[in-house]
Antibody
Framework: EVQLVDSGGGLVQPGGSLRLSCAAS????????MIWLRQTPGKGLEWVAN????????NYMDSVKGRFTISRDNAKNSLYLQMSSLRDEDTAVYYC?????????????WGQGTLVTVSS | DVVMTQSPLSLPVTLGQPASISCRSS???????????LSWFQQRPGQSPRRLIY???IRDSGVPDRFSGSGSGTDFTLHISRVEAEDVGVYYC????????FGPGTKVDIK
């Protein structure tokens, strides 16, 4: 079955760190750009970061630059998001997603999401 | 960033009746290769978003043909020809031409 399974969310204090993981199965993970997105009631859906199949190109939304790091391990079919210096406004459901092979910057497969709560 | 707006934000519909959702972008979504990267997503309650349509009007595999997309430049529309109960949820437009951004969502429910 083609799927993405997100994990690693939880409660963390402001200023803390958390690492999210995404396990891919059922497709050739190493051929796809991968993405982390997040969703909040206030700001809606946001594109957080993306990474090229070989990891050589990475892009971040402005508000997470210098604090979040996206990475991947193609041998393990896994995507990661290392989050540090977390702020209240980083509270969200985080989704990993696959970018359509043939359509620029368009997710065609989403994980189930993992909730990150930043609170003291 | 490109700002995506949608209207209406809430859409009560009658089963079997048509519905449409408008999406507008603050900049043209035509990419340098001539393609327009505008997609529509459906998010049912408690689920992740699911892509319905990409590049304005191409329906994803398995998406019922009652869903269709149209538009160009900065103005786009999602059409549902006859609303069914399973169509309840929030619908988002998203552009991938520039740094990707999403619309605020339109909540569709049954009258």
């Amino acid at each position: 079955e083609v799927q993405l399974v997100d994990s690693g969310g939880g409660l963390v204090q402001p200023g803390g760190s958390l690492r999210l993981s995404c396990a891919a199965s059922g497709f050739s993970f190493s051929n796809y750009w991968m993405i982390w997105l997040r969703q909040t009631p206030g700001k809606g859906l946001e594109w957080v970061a993306n990474i090229k199949p070989d990891g050589s190109v990475i892009n971040y939304m402005d508000s997470v630059k210098g604090r979040f790091t996206i990475s991947r391990d193609n041998a393990k079919n896994s995507l990661y998001l290392q989050m540090s210096s977390l702020r209240d406004e980083d509270t969200a459901v985080y989704y990993c997603a696959r970018t359509d092979f043939n359509v620029r910057s368009t997710p065609d497969l989403w994980g189930q999401g993992t909730l990150v709560t930043v609170s003291s | 960033d490109v700002v995506m707006t949608q209207s209406p934000l809430s859409l009560p519909v009658t089963l079997g009746q048509p519905a449409s959702i408008s999406c507008r972008s603050s900049q043209s979504l035509v990419y340098s290769n001539g393609n327009t990267y505008l997609s529509w997503f459906q998010q049912r309650p408690g689920q992740s978003p699911r892509r319905l349509i990409y590049m304005v009007s191409i329906r994803d595999s398995g998406v019922p043909d009652r869903f269709s997309g149209s538009g160009s430049g900065t103005d786009f529309t999602l059409h549902i020809s006859r609303v069914e109960a399973e169509d309840v949820g929030v619908y988002y437009c998203m552009q991938g031409t520039h740094w990707p951004t999403f619309g605020p969502g339109t909540k569709v429910d049954i009258k």
